[in-house]
């Protein structure tokens, strides 16, 4: 047993109108058409951490998530992704 740790770190947040469905920079607290309290959507940009900081970023593009160790995963379903890895030589 440790201390857990948010490994998945949002680098970029925005968030939402779900009244309005507009979508904000994280800098905003309220919808400016309709006033209504913003929720935080999930960031697109990810820092994995690990036991030395940050080990590598992801970037999410709809369904593909590009890392910059150069994995590639592909959600297919919730809850079900593919991941491949872009050969790289040493
Ligand atoms: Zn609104």
Redesign the pocket.
């Known amino acids: 047993m440790g201390i857990n740790i948010n490994r998945r770190i949002p680098i970029e947040q925005e968030k939402r109108?779900?009244?309005?469905?507009?979508t904000y920079p994280s800098s905003f607290n309220?919808?400016?058409?309709?006033?209504?309290k913003?929720k935080s959507t999930q960031g697109r940009v990810y820092a994995n951490m690990g036991k030395n900081g940050v080990s590598s970023i992801s970037v999410k593009s709809g369904k593909v998530t590009v890392n910059s160790k150069g994995r590639i995963t592909l959600q297919i379903a919730p809850g079900i992704s593919y991941t491949s890895a872009i050969k790289k030589k040493k």
């Open positions: 109108c779900s009244k309005c469905n507009i309220f919808c400016t058409t309709c006033g209504q913003l």
